[in-house]
């Protein structure tokens, strides 16, 4: 008893220790605990929190653990667990689109539930009941689940259950077409998140009222009107696409990049210029292939297939052959396998139930043949009474009625021996004929079921020699076309070459500074400007110096429109208005580019923009003005120089680094971009000095964006500041060498995503 509690001791302190663990291990040290502990209690929690740490990563795993935790559960007649692992395995294989098994063990759960009396699991049952019925198409029966979940919600007042049984309820209502019932319970399931403060499943339902617009987009006629529903299901996507960032919820991320490539398929076709097409199929390919990753990764396959068709039409739209038929063939094959993964749960079913019904009948057989034989038996004793009582009274005839009786019970033995065996023949045959009806009935379900699929493949094939005919006659002119489109591109990039300021005139202004431009395309939609003004300063003439690095909306041709806009909206407010606090420089160009681009709130609104920092340098004292519109400003201070950094008289805390490798202080920038948005605020202005030897960074999104590693993975803003730290005291031609070397490697064979920027000075 001592040794037991002194394990049980031991293992509880293995379990606090652990939830301090980074997630990346989380799973190993679970792992350990389970080693060295044999408590089954114990035992049985840690299996259903490894399930836990596999659940969308590796569902198989997830489902083997939870597998062991039940064997567990049962043997220790531990209802509630038991309850909550037949949940769980219900979710994962609903997850990997297992409906039939999900539906089964959801069901198991649910009656357990109902046995301990539990109504908030209760209800949390029935709204995935509904949600599997959901996506196996049974809307009706899921919006009666649903509503039943309500009622229960509403009786033991739980907000989370009324609201997530609302926003699924609208799901189940999309699905039948009644797209102004389910906003209404979209809205009210997103009032609720709101009151309780549930960020997660608030970034849940805007991500469906999202996809309730493009539906709508899909069904609407005039033009005008589906490009505002379009328009309205960009934003609230890419609303919930930035909230999920931070939630890590890699199947939502997947989903949100696919129904955005989806949409993008849906404006290529509303485009009548063959460059606007391009530039949308473009961009759904890419939000598409980074959907496609992810959905690898996690193993979900209905998500797959969803993407494998956007990559389909997308790559037929804009001439890429090989890359259609390729993912035509990954989408039909992904397809046929699901189909068949969920054909064979329900042939399982049967199999099942005809073996337990085949069990009871030869039961019910064996049972009379008992009776039929106690009968016997009871009629044989009575006879052979008879007979010893006649031998009594006549002992000559009951010798010869012995020997007449001997021989009549032989041949009766004879006799039942036959019957019995032709009855069972009979049984033998009938069963057989039975089963060779069934089997026939299946094959000809299994030959229609391939006639179908060979008339599907014929069709299939002669529409792909259609459209191949099709691309081959239109590939000449597309080819001279794009000949005709890149010379003038290239023009364009000398144009915008000539507009961003020179090397000589930067050397002039900073003797130690570098800039790393990386265009993804011929022409960039980043760009950065340096300007050197004259002003009056406390009634002195001061030389002041203007540097700013932006990220125009898009890349490529209409980035380049962007970034020659922003350039020129420069030059005319800084040179010509004489505007020179950073912040009011932003206010400016808001103000010029809503009324150049002709920007309003309407929902068929223009949205175009660029995210910017700008600074505004005094030479002769170091002092500098800032202000970001979504990018920040980062400062380093060597290790040596143990002086606070000042901004606005107030003391800013460092935020990467260490005081023995140097400091790293972020300025934050306003997140709004310099054009229209649906909350504008006045842009913020930093007052700060800097000391000899810091040094500035000035970056758009690019660099952190940038897909690459042996994960696969974003580059991540934690690694640039990592990176920023390491190199800060190097001279500036090496920084920018390593973060050039650095990017590169990091990419390999990954093609580039985004321009990239990145400006360093040293002061």
């Known amino acids: 008893m001592h040794k037991r509690n002194i394990k049980l001791i031991f293992t509880i302190s293995m379990l606090w220790i652990s939830s301090f663990v980074y997630s990346n291990n989380s799973i190993d040290s679970l792992k350990n605990i389970l080693i060295n502990t044999d408590i089954d209690s114990v035992r049985m929690r840690i299996y259903v929190e490894i399930g836990q740490e596999y659940f969308g990563l590796d569902n198989n795993l997830a489902t083997d653990f939870y597998e062991k935790a039940l064997v567990i559960a049962r043997a220790e007649k531990n209802e509630i667990y038991e309850a909550k692992i037949y949940y769980k395995i219900g979710d994962t294989h609903q997850l990997a689109g297992n409906y039939h098994k999900s539906l089964e063990y959801f069901l198991k759960s649910l009656e357990l539930y109902e046995e301990i009396g539990d109504d908030y699991n209760i209800a949390i049952c029935y709204i995935d009941i509904g949600n599997t019925n959901r996506k196996m198409k049974s809307f009706e029966n899921a919006i009666k689940y649903y509503h039943d979940a309500i009622k229960i919600g509403k009786k033991i007042d739980a907000k989370f259950i009324i609201a997530y049984a609302h926003n699924n309820l609208a799901n189940a209502q999309t699905g039948l077409g009644l797209l102004d019932e389910a906003l209404g319970n979209y809205q009210k399931a997103l009032k609720i998140y709101e009151e309780i403060n549930n960020y997660e499943k608030q970034t849940g339902v805007i991500a469906n009222i999202g996809i309730l617009y493009s539906d709508q987009a899909k069904l609407e006629d005039d033009i005008a009107l589906k490009q505002a529903k379009l328009n309205d299901a960009i934003e609230y996507l890419e609303r919930s696409k930035k909230m999920s960032a931070t939630l890590g919820d890699k199947s939502l991320e997947a989903d949100l990049l696919f129904y955005l490539a989806d949409i993008n398929l849906l404006i290529a076709d509303s485009y009548s210029r063959e460059i606007d097409k391009r530039a949308s199929y473009e961009l759904a390919i890419e939000q598409a292939e980074e959907s496609l990753m992810i959905a690898r990764e ?21 001439g890429r052959e090989e890359d259609a038929l390729y993912y035509f063939e990954k989408y039909d094959k992904l397809k046929d396998s699901l189909h068949s993964q969920q054909k064979n749960f329900a042939v399982k079913d049967i199999e099942i139930k005809y073996q337990v019904e085949r069990k009871e009948a030869e039961n019910k057989i064996l049972l009379e043949q008992e009776a039929k034989d106690k009968e016997i038996i009871k009629n044989r004793n009575i006879l052979t009474i008879f007979i010893a009582t006649g031998l009594l009274l006549v002992l000559v005839v009951a010798l010869v009625l012995y020997r007449l009786n001997n021989n009549k019970k032989k041949a009766n033995a004879i006799l039942i021996n036959k019957n019995t065996e032709i ?341």
């Open 423 to 763: 009855n069972q023949q009979k049984e033998e045959i009938a069963a057989q004929a039975e089963s060779l009806q069934s089997a026939n009935a299946v094959l000809i379900n299994k030959n229609a079921e391939i006639n179908q699929q060979k008339e599907e493949i014929t069709a299939q094939s002669e529409n792909l020699q259609l459209a191949n005919k099709s691309v081959l006659e239109q590939s000449a002119e597309i080819e001279r076309k794009n000949n005709k489109l890149i010379n003038s591109i290239n023009y364009a990039e000398r144009i915008q070459a000539a507009m961003l300021p020179s090397k000589d005139k930067i050397d002039k202004l900073f003797s130690n500074y570098f800039i790393l431009f990386k265009p993804r395309d011929i022409v960039s939609g980043d760009f950065y400007w340096v300007k050197r003004l004259k002003t009056i300063l406390n009634e002195k003439k001061q030389d002041l110096i203007i540097v700013a690095a932006a990220d125009g909306t898009g890349h490529g041709v209409p980035g380049g429109f962007l970034s020659t806009l922003g350039i020129s909206l420069l030059n005319e407010v800084v040179v010509k208005k004489e505007v020179r606090q950073a912040n009011q420089v932003l206010e400016h160009l808001r103000e010029e580019i809503k009324i150049l681009l002709k920007q309003d709130n309407s929902p068929s609104g223009q949205k175009d923009g660029m995210d910017m920092a700008i600074c505004v340098v005094n030479p002769d004292t170091n002092e500098i003005d800032f202000a970001g519109a979504n990018n920040p400003l980062y400062v380093i201070r060597p290790a040596e120089n143990t002086k606070d950094l000042l901004a606005n008289n107030e003391i800013i805390d460092h935020e990467f680094g260490s005081p023995k490798d140097g400091r790293g202080f972020i300025l934050k920038p306003d997140f709004q971009p310099v054009g229209i948005y649906f909350v504008e605020k006045p842009f913020t202005n930093y007052k700060f000095k800097l000391q000899k030897g810091d040094s500035i960074y000035m970056f758009s999104d690019g660099y952190v964006d940038q897909f690459g590693g042996v994960k696969r993975k974003k580059f991540r803003s934690k690694k640039l500041k990592e990176l920023l730290i390491d190199i800060h005291s190097k001279n500036i031609v090496e920084q920018k060498e390593i973060l050039d070397t650095t990017i590169e490697n990091w990419r390999g064979d990954y093609r580039q995503i985004d321009d990239i920027l990145i400006m360093g000075i040293k002061f």
């Open 298 to 318: 996690i193993n979900i396959i209905p998500y797959q297939i969803n993407v494998y068709k956007v990559l389909y039409k997308a790559s037929i739209e804009i």
